[in-house]
């Protein structure tokens, strides 16, 4: 089931169908036991170059490096970046923690002229989005 939600997702660019994204990246994470955060590296056709999950965090935090992060993103010819990450709570609300480490990535993609289309936190059945809580600035 998951192979095959997974091509659903990402057959074609990856924001033309971002309903098949999120039921994918929900049933892949919505119930891990700790937190992960996972970097979709887009290209400028928003196809997908690269599929990343960071190591492993805990019940309620995952390490969050943004050079690591613009480093791959540079490598791969990344001109975007979709950041995924699940709360193992069930609560899909953004911590501060949560909304700074996101802050920190987009001011570095910023640099890089890389673009933070979203960032989603997935919780059990529920998911959140930082662009539509207006907590990302607007894609340039």
Do not use: K
């Amino acid at each position: 089931m998951l192979h095959a939600l997974r091509c659903d997702a990402l057959a074609g660019p990856i924001l033309g169908d971002s309903q098949a994204l999120l039921t994918y990246l929900t049933f892949d994470m919505a119930h891990l036991p700790t937190e992960r955060l996972r970097i979709l590296y887009l290209n400028s056709a928003n196809r997908l170059l690269c599929d990343v999950t960071e190591p492993e965090g805990s019940v309620n935090a995952t390490r969050v490096l943004p050079r690591a992060i613009m480093r791959r993103a540079v490598e791969v010819g990344a001109t975007a970046l979709i950041l995924v990450h699940n709360h193992p709570s069930g609560d899909p609300t953004p911590s501060r923690d949560d909304v700074e480490a996101t802050r920190r990535i987009a001011d570095a993609a910023r640099a890089l002229d890389i673009c933070i289309h979203d960032h989603v936190i997935v919780a059990g059945a529920a998911w959140t989005s930082f662009r539509a809580l207006g907590l990302l600035r607007a894609a340039a």
